[in-house]
Each structure stands twice: as structure tokens, then as C-alpha cells.
């Protein structure tokens, strides 16, 4: 039989870097036995990752055949699913049902795998934490081949360096995972206005016990109005909560035609006065919207996943993303001298978002108390060269980085920034998994 | 009466993934059949829980012809649409030489499907309706150096099903031809094809629900396919046998 094998040029969601790789498609649990007993492989999801976290140009197991759906228990809750199947088609089975995700990343064309890998965190983790908190058990293929179940209670130390492991630990090949019932499709939205980073801060403090927030910073902005923000406050909506016209179909899903962007535009489009210019009009139309409203559901959490390949906008040379996470002490100071490093440069960010993050125990994983920013930038050599700048400022605050937005990070800021990573390489050492499973990144990073 | 039943034959490929999924999300119970028994069951479950539909599974290989007539019996009840999506491309260098997987290539495209097919169609005639569904290609328009074997193989597939439709068409019966161009799935991955004119199997399987409902003969999938390979038939044939496609 042919072997579904397939070299191809495949990169993160930024577009950078671009590999060739060895892509193979497994259809079932033996064909990946198969695989990993050959070893040096890294399993991919939806290639959401920004950069390289889901390619090794010697074996990218793509788990796009591992799609199903395989029981749901509605009295509690808990979805089996193979680690294939997309967020996006879990809404689709489960929304109409009375249920939503606890934990969601910015788009919904995300894996279950991904999920895991990355230990992701939504506009909530202030007070509901990551996603790794709505795992019941998952099972993963080692390299021995074994297929072994995980959870709190059974082989916890794989568990728990699996959650927010990206992919370095095993192949994810089924989870279960705890949904969260909902009365309708509806976010009751309320939009705060922050003159500086000051107030910013002090609309999070003060909004602790909402379920949703999340800050669009105005990057155009420096000096006494720096961190200047719109701030999106959310809840779920109740069936009370809706006017006559969408009671009907509380839970309705539209049926909406996604735009998709043909080609790429050319790279000198997303240059700095255009990206001012965004940001001040996107801001005066924020602070002059009604204050509260009901937004859908994939309007709230999905606004990008509407304009299908819109990293096209950043051209052909693609851009790359930059977060990072401050303990809370320390976050507002790191915060504004990042947005002052940005200013000085000659490049911008074009969409700069601010979150709080709650408490979190975990191995691995990115979150930790304290406050994130997501910044995205066109790659260049200015670029670059002003990443090298955060990544200091980063370290001097004492934050650390989310590996699933990194393409290019040096090994030795990276390894400073965090000393639960050589605790990570011991245990990879240990089970000889360094050897098994590495993508691009780990290689870069020497994880 | 009608009733709402759909059966795709080689329920594990790309394309008949995506259409069982059309035809589920239309309340549609579906009847699935394939080689691989066990990819078949979880392929079941997912659809019974993502459409609320019956779904059932049988084990159907389309070259043991043998087995056909007990697989027809076996069936929970006749649907009145049939669906054939099975499909072997198969090397061609290795065709060329392989008298054995030349055959298999030609039995899989032209054989399998005309004879299972020519069962329905006459169970179909009796009862005085029904829809049977063929998806032939755009490589049995015109025989190219690159996959010949195959593409005759289609164009045979493709004589049979006109034949039919001309036989059944005083019947009540439907018969749908589909001729895709390119599309992704497993049988033309890490192939070089035309990212413009390549399509996905959620389109194609969009495509046949439509001309399923709207009676159509021969739907080309995408609709610029028509265009192509009617300028590509156009050509003579002492300019076309010294180019290379
Ligand atoms: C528009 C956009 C918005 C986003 N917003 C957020 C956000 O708000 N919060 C957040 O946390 N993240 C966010 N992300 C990042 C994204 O959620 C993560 O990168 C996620 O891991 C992507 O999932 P994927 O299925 O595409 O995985 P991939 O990108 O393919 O892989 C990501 C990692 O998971 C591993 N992996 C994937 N599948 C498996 C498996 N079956 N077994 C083992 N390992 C596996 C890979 O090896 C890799 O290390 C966003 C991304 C985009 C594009
Ligand atoms: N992809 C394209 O570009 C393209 C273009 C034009 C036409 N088509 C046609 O579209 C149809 C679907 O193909 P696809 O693209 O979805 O490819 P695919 O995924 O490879 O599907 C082909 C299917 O045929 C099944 N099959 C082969 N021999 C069989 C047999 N003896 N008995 C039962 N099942 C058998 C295979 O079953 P197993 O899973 O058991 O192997 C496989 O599921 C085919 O008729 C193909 O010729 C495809």
C-alpha cells in the first residue's frame, strides 16, 4: 500500500518560518504505532501555532484522520473525542445542545490535541484558568508504542508534563473533556474605556469576578496616555437576557459565509502609519459604541476566524507573534517600558491585546499570575532586532514566554526566563522523549 | 413511499466522508459501506452523535463480487439513493508494467462499479424510483500519457453510467454522473495540483447534494472543469499525443 507520505513546505500560522517536511496522514491507532517506533517525529493539530511548534522536517504526524467524535454524557458534560476533531466542530455538535467550551483560544480552528499541547488560556483565566483544568483523561502514545491513559489520578507525572508539553511528551490520541452548559449563544458584552495603562489596570483589578475580559490596547498611543485601551467585559446570556427576536433560536448557530483573502498582500501594505491609522479609528469607533450589548457567540470569541486566511495581509514573508506573561507585581511596569521599546522602533503592532491571568499550578504551561500581552508583528530584520529588545525587558520583569506564538527565540533567553525548563529536559532525558519527539522549535530551544 | 436513506458505497473516503456529513446534517439516515470494518464503527459513531441520524455499517469490498448479492439482502432496507464513490488512481509507470495492478485499476473504476451499480439499477426499475449517484472523473474525458489506465478506465465508468440514465430516464430513476477535477484527499496527496482549480471534499460533496436535488445528469466539480476539458478534448489529436500533461 502507498504510505501516505508527503513532503511538503508547511509553517505556523505566521508563515514564518517555512519547512519542508515530511507530512504523514495516519488513518488509525496502528499506522501510528507504526510511525513512532521509527522515532524523531512531532504530532501537528491545525497548524495554529504560530511558528514551528508543530513541525520536524523529518516526521510531522498530521492528525487530521483523527477526527471523531466519540461519546458525550449529557448529564455531566464529559466529550471523548480523538485529538483531531476542531473546536470549530465541537461548537457545531454541542452548541445547539446547551454547551460550550470552558477554555478558548481567539479561533476555533484549533485542535483538541493543540489544546492540550499548548495548555491554552481564554479571555477567562483570571477565573476559570486554562484548558488543562477541563481534562478529565486523555489517552498517548509513547515511544515504546504504548497507548497510556492519563489523568489526576493515573499516571499523573505524564499527565501533568503532557498539559502545556507541546507535543514533546507523546501523541495525544483521545481526550475527555468537560463542556460547560449554557442557555444560549449570546455574550452580554459591555465595553470599558481606559484613558492609560493605569486605568486599564484598574478596570481589570475591579472586574475580577467576570467571567470574560480581555483589553484591545491602542498602540498608537505613548507617553501619559501609553496602554490607553478599550476593555471587553463578557457573561453569557441567560434566556431572560434576549430580546423577543432571538428567544426562538437561543441556541441557534447562523449559517454565515466566511470571506476568505485571496493572495497576499505585498509587504510594505501593513507598514507603521497604516497600523496608527487602524488603531485610532478602531478606537474612536469602540469608545463610541453603545456601552453594553448582546453579542454572538462567534462574534465575541472569533472575530478574526471570520476573514479565512487573513495572515495573507502580512505577505508573503509573514509576521510573527510575540507574548509574554509578568508576574502581577511586575506587570504594569514591564508592560509599559514593552509598549515604549515598540514606539521607539520603526515597526508596530498591529493588533496588541492585554489579559489578567489567575493562579495556575502546572509543570509546563505558559500562564502564570499576573498579566499577558499578545503582540503581532510583519517579519523583518527591524522586527527581529526589537524582539531581541522585549525579550530582555521580558527577563529584566521576570516573565516568560508562550512557546505556542514563538519562531525565533534564542535557546539561552529562553532558558533563562524559566527555571521549571530544565526540569522539563530532565524528565524528556529520563524517558529518552528527546530523542522521540522534537519539532523545530525544541531543537532551536534545546528542550 | 420515499423514504429519507442514503447508501455510499466506499464510506471511507475523503469525498464520501464529507457527503455522508452533508447528508447527516440533512436528517438523512445513513447506510455506510467499506472495506476497513473497524475505522468504519468509529466513523459511524461520530455521525450518530453528531446528527442524531441512524447510521449503519456493512463490510463490502467492491472486487469480491461474490459477496454482493448478500450484501444487498443484508441491508436494514433499500435507500433510494445510492452513492458510489470508490475509486483506485494506482501508479501508471507501475501499471504499465504490472499486469496485475493494471487489472486491479480497471476492475476497481470500471467493473466494480458497473456491475454493483447494475443491481440497484434494475431493484430501483422495479420499484419505480430511485437516484444512483456515480463519481467518475475528468481524467476519463481525454486519455493523457500521466494516468491513462485509470482514466480509461473512468471514461468507461463514465459510458456506462449516460447508458444507463438514457435506460432509466422513462423509469423514474435518476442517475447522476459527477466528474471532479482535482481534489484533496488521500489519492492525490503529495501530488503537485492547481491550488486554483483544486477543490475540497466538502465542496464536491456540496456539489453532488445540489444535483442530487435538482435531478442534474452531469455535474463537473468545479464547474470550470467543464470548460477545461472541453478545450482540451477540442484539441487534435497530432498536436496533443506530442505534449506533455
Ligand atoms: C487567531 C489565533 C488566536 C489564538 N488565540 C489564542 C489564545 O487566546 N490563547 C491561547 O492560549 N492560544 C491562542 N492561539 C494559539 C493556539 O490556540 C495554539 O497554538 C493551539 O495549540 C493550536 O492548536 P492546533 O491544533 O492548530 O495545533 P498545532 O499548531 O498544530 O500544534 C501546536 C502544538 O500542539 C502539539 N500537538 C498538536 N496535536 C497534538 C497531539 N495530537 N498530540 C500531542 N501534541 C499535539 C504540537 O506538537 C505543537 O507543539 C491562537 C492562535 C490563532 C491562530
Ligand atoms: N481526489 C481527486 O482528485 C479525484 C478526482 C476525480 C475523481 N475522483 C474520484 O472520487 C472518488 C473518491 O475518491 P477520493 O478522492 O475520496 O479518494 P480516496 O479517499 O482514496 O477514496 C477511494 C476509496 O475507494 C475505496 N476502495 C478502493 N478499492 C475498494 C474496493 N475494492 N472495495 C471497497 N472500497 C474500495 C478505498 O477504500 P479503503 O479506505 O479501504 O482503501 C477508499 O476509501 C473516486 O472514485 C475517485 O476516483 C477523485
Same mark, same amino acid.
Given at each position: 500500500m502507498k504510505e501516505n507520505l508527503n513532503q511538503s513546505n508547511i509553517s505556523g500560522w505566521g508563515g514564518y518560518p517555512i519547512k519542508k517536511a515530511n507530512v504523514i496522514y495516519p488513518e488509525n491507532i496502528k499506522q501510528i504505532l507504526v510511525e513512532v517506533k521509527k522515532r524523531n517525529l512531532i504530532a501537528r493539530g491545525n497548524g495554529r501555532a504560530y511558528g514551528d511548534s508543530s513541525i520536524n522536517e523529518n516526521k510531522t504526524i498530521n492528525m487530521k484522520y483523527f477526527n471523531h467524535i466519540i461519546s458525550f454524557d449529557d448529564s455531566f458534560g464529559i466529550l471523548v473525542v480523538e485529538s483531531g476533531v476542531l473546536l470549530e466542530d465541537i461548537i457545531k455538535t454541542f452548541l445547539p445542545r446547551g454547551w460550550f467550551p470552558y477554555v478558548t483560544p481567539g479561533s476555533k480552528f484549533v485542535t483538541v490535541g493543540g489544546l492540550i499541547a499548548a495548555d491554552v488560556h481564554g479571555k477567562n483565566h483570571h477565573k476559570e484558568g486554562s484548558f488543562g483544568n477541563f481534562i478529565e483523561w486523555? +489517552?498517548?502514545?509513547?515511544?515504546?508504542?504504548?497507548? !497510556?491513559?492519563?489523568?489526576?489520578? +493515573?499516571n499523573t507525572e505524564l499527565f501533568k508534563w503532557t498539559i502545556g508539553g507541546m507535543g514533546l511528551t507523546g501523541i495525544i490520541i483521545k481526550a475527555a473533556i468537560k463542556l460547560r452548559p449554557i442557555q444560549t449563544s449570546w455574550i452580554k458584552q459591555k465595553t470599558l474605556v481606559a484613558k492609560n495603562i493605569d486605568q486599564t489596570f484598574e478596570i481589570f483589578e475591579n472586574n475580577m469576578n467576570a467571567t470574560y475580559s480581555v483589553a484591545w490596547i491602542n498602540s498608537t498611543k505613548t507617553k501619559d496616555n501609553i496602554g490607553q485601551s478599550l476593555i471587553m467585559l463578557g457573561e453569557h446570556a441567560s434566556i431572560e437576557d434576549l430580546d423577543k427576536k432571538n428567544i426562538k433560536n437561543h441556541l441557534e448557530i447562523k449559517s454565515k459565509k466566511n470571506k476568505i483573502i485571496p493572495f497576499y498582500f505585498p509587504d510594505w501594505f501593513l507598514n507603521k502609519n497604516l497600523i496608527k491609522l487602524f488603531n485610532s479609528i478602531y478606537y474612536f469607533f469602540g469608545k463610541n459604541t453603545s456601552k453594553e450589548k448582546l453579542v454572538y457567540w462567534d462574534d465575541y470569541f472569533y472575530p478574526l476566524d471570520k476573514i479565512l486566511e487573513w495572515n495573507k495581509i502580512y505577505g508573503r514573508k509573514g509576521?510573527?507573534?510575540y507574548q509574554c506573561v509578568f508576574p502581577l507585581?511586575?506587570?504594569?511596569?514591564?508592560? !509599559? +517600558?514593552?509598549?515604549?521599546e515598540i514606539d521607539n522602533s520603526s515597526v508596530s503592532s498591529f493588533l496588541s491585546v492585554l489579559k489578567r491571568f489567575g493562579d495556575q499550578e502546572s509543570n509546563f504551561s505558559f500562564p502564570m499570575k499576573g498579566y499577558t500581552i499578545a503582540l503581532d508583528f510583519p517579519v523583518s530584520k527591524e522586527t527581529f532586532d526589537l524582539l531581541e529588545k522585549l525579550d530582555d525587558i521580558t527577563l529584566k520583569y521576570e516573565g516568560r514566554f508562550y512557546l505556542a506564538k514563538d519562531a525565533r527565540m534564542k535557546k539561552e533567553i529562553f532558558k533563562k526566563s524559566d527555571k521549571r525548563i530544565q526540569e522539563f529536559?530532565?524528565?524528556?532525558?529520563?524517558?529518552?522523549?528527546?530523542?522521540?519527539?522534537?519539532?523545530?522549535?525544541?531543537?532551536?530551544? +534545546?528542550l | 413511499m420515499k423514504n429519507k436513506n442514503v447508501l455510499i458505497l466506499g464510506a471511507l473516503s475523503d469525498i464520501a466522508k464529507s457527503i455522508a456529513q452533508k447528508y447527516g446534517e440533512n436528517g438523512y439516515n445513513l447506510h455506510l459501506a467499506a472495506r476497513k470494518i473497524d475505522d468504519l464503527e468509529l466513523h459511524s459513531t461520530d455521525l450518530k452523535i453528531r446528527y442524531n441520524v441512524n447510521v449503519h455499517i456493512y463490510e463490502f469490498d467492491l472486487l469480491k463480487t461474490e459477496t454482493h448479492k448478500d450484501f444487498i439482502k443484508n441491508l436494514k432496507e433499500i435507500p433510494s439513493i445510492l452513492i458510489c464513490a470508490i475509486g483506485l488512481l494506482g501508479q501508471q509507470k507501475d501499471g504499465e508494467n504490472d499486469l496485475e495492478l493494471r487489472t486491479k485499476v480497471i476492475r476497481t473504476n470500471y467493473e466494480g462499479p458497473l456491475n454493483i451499480i447494475s443491481d440497484f439499477a434494475n431493484i430501483y426499475e422495479n420499484q419505480g424510483y430511485g437516484t444512483i449517484v456515480g463519481i467518475s472523473s475528468v481524467a476519463g474525458d481525454r486519455g493523457k500519457a500521466s494516468n491513462y489506465i485509470y482514466g480509461s478506465?473512468?471514461?468507461?465508468?463514465?459510458?456506462?453510467?449516460?447508458?444507463?440514465r438514457n435506460r432509466l430516464a422513462k423509469k423514474n430513476v435518476h442517475v447522476l454522473t459527477v466528474l471532479p477535477g482535482t481534489v484533496y484527499t488521500k489519492m492525490t496527496l503529495g501530488m503537485k495540483l492547481p491550488?486554483?482549480?483544486?477543490?475540497?471534499?466538502?465542496k464536491v460533496a456540496n456539489d453532488i447534494y445540489d444535483a442530487v436535488n435538482k435531478k442534474k445528469d452531469i455535474i463537473y466539480t468545479m464547474k470550470i472543469w467543464r470548460l477545461i476539458m472541453f478545450i482540451i478534448r477540442c484539441i487534435p489529436e497530432r498536436i496533443f499525443k506530442n505534449k506533455s500533461f
Amino acid at each position: 500500500m502507498k504510505e501516505n507520505l508527503n513532503q511538503s513546505n508547511i509553517s505556523g500560522w505566521g508563515g514564518y518560518p517555512i519547512k519542508k517536511a515530511n507530512v504523514i496522514y495516519p488513518e488509525n491507532i496502528k499506522q501510528i504505532l507504526v510511525e513512532v517506533k521509527k522515532r524523531n517525529l512531532i504530532a501537528r493539530g491545525n497548524g495554529r501555532a504560530y511558528g514551528d511548534s508543530s513541525i520536524n522536517e523529518n516526521k510531522t504526524i498530521n492528525m487530521k484522520y483523527f477526527n471523531h467524535i466519540i461519546s458525550f454524557d449529557d448529564s455531566f458534560g464529559i466529550l471523548v473525542v480523538e485529538s483531531g476533531v476542531l473546536l470549530e466542530d465541537i461548537i457545531k455538535t454541542f452548541l445547539p445542545r446547551g454547551w460550550f467550551p470552558y477554555v478558548t483560544p481567539g479561533s476555533k480552528f484549533v485542535t483538541v490535541g493543540g489544546l492540550i499541547a499548548a495548555d491554552v488560556h481564554g479571555k477567562n483565566h483570571h477565573k476559570e484558568g486554562s484548558f488543562g483544568n477541563f481534562i478529565e483523561w486523555f +489517552e498517548i502514545i509513547n515511544s515504546k508504542g504504548e497507548i !497510556i491513559k492519563c489523568s489526576k489520578t +493515573e499516571n499523573t507525572e505524564l499527565f501533568k508534563w503532557t498539559i502545556g508539553g507541546m507535543g514533546l511528551t507523546g501523541i495525544i490520541i483521545k481526550a475527555a473533556i468537560k463542556l460547560r452548559p449554557i442557555q444560549t449563544s449570546w455574550i452580554k458584552q459591555k465595553t470599558l474605556v481606559a484613558k492609560n495603562i493605569d486605568q486599564t489596570f484598574e478596570i481589570f483589578e475591579n472586574n475580577m469576578n467576570a467571567t470574560y475580559s480581555v483589553a484591545w490596547i491602542n498602540s498608537t498611543k505613548t507617553k501619559d496616555n501609553i496602554g490607553q485601551s478599550l476593555i471587553m467585559l463578557g457573561e453569557h446570556a441567560s434566556i431572560e437576557d434576549l430580546d423577543k427576536k432571538n428567544i426562538k433560536n437561543h441556541l441557534e448557530i447562523k449559517s454565515k459565509k466566511n470571506k476568505i483573502i485571496p493572495f497576499y498582500f505585498p509587504d510594505w501594505f501593513l507598514n507603521k502609519n497604516l497600523i496608527k491609522l487602524f488603531n485610532s479609528i478602531y478606537y474612536f469607533f469602540g469608545k463610541n459604541t453603545s456601552k453594553e450589548k448582546l453579542v454572538y457567540w462567534d462574534d465575541y470569541f472569533y472575530p478574526l476566524d471570520k476573514i479565512l486566511e487573513w495572515n495573507k495581509i502580512y505577505g508573503r514573508k509573514g509576521f510573527v507573534q510575540y507574548q509574554c506573561v509578568f508576574p502581577l507585581k511586575k506587570s504594569k511596569d514591564g508592560i !509599559i +517600558e514593552l509598549l515604549m521599546e515598540i514606539d521607539n522602533s520603526s515597526v508596530s503592532s498591529f493588533l496588541s491585546v492585554l489579559k489578567r491571568f489567575g493562579d495556575q499550578e502546572s509543570n509546563f504551561s505558559f500562564p502564570m499570575k499576573g498579566y499577558t500581552i499578545a503582540l503581532d508583528f510583519p517579519v523583518s530584520k527591524e522586527t527581529f532586532d526589537l524582539l531581541e529588545k522585549l525579550d530582555d525587558i521580558t527577563l529584566k520583569y521576570e516573565g516568560r514566554f508562550y512557546l505556542a506564538k514563538d519562531a525565533r527565540m534564542k535557546k539561552e533567553i529562553f532558558k533563562k526566563s524559566d527555571k521549571r525548563i530544565q526540569e522539563f529536559i530532565n524528565y524528556r532525558n529520563q524517558n529518552n522523549f528527546d530523542e522521540d519527539f522534537q519539532s523545530s522549535q525544541s531543537s532551536r530551544l +534545546e528542550l | 413511499m420515499k423514504n429519507k436513506n442514503v447508501l455510499i458505497l466506499g464510506a471511507l473516503s475523503d469525498i464520501a466522508k464529507s457527503i455522508a456529513q452533508k447528508y447527516g446534517e440533512n436528517g438523512y439516515n445513513l447506510h455506510l459501506a467499506a472495506r476497513k470494518i473497524d475505522d468504519l464503527e468509529l466513523h459511524s459513531t461520530d455521525l450518530k452523535i453528531r446528527y442524531n441520524v441512524n447510521v449503519h455499517i456493512y463490510e463490502f469490498d467492491l472486487l469480491k463480487t461474490e459477496t454482493h448479492k448478500d450484501f444487498i439482502k443484508n441491508l436494514k432496507e433499500i435507500p433510494s439513493i445510492l452513492i458510489c464513490a470508490i475509486g483506485l488512481l494506482g501508479q501508471q509507470k507501475d501499471g504499465e508494467n504490472d499486469l496485475e495492478l493494471r487489472t486491479k485499476v480497471i476492475r476497481t473504476n470500471y467493473e466494480g462499479p458497473l456491475n454493483i451499480i447494475s443491481d440497484f439499477a434494475n431493484i430501483y426499475e422495479n420499484q419505480g424510483y430511485g437516484t444512483i449517484v456515480g463519481i467518475s472523473s475528468v481524467a476519463g474525458d481525454r486519455g493523457k500519457a500521466s494516468n491513462y489506465i485509470y482514466g480509461s478506465a473512468k471514461a468507461g465508468f463514465t459510458v456506462f453510467l449516460s447508458g444507463l440514465r438514457n435506460r432509466l430516464a422513462k423509469k423514474n430513476v435518476h442517475v447522476l454522473t459527477v466528474l471532479p477535477g482535482t481534489v484533496y484527499t488521500k489519492m492525490t496527496l503529495g501530488m503537485k495540483l492547481p491550488k486554483l482549480l483544486t477543490s475540497s471534499p466538502d465542496k464536491v460533496a456540496n456539489d453532488i447534494y445540489d444535483a442530487v436535488n435538482k435531478k442534474k445528469d452531469i455535474i463537473y466539480t468545479m464547474k470550470i472543469w467543464r470548460l477545461i476539458m472541453f478545450i482540451i478534448r477540442c484539441i487534435p489529436e497530432r498536436i496533443f499525443k506530442n505534449k506533455s500533461f
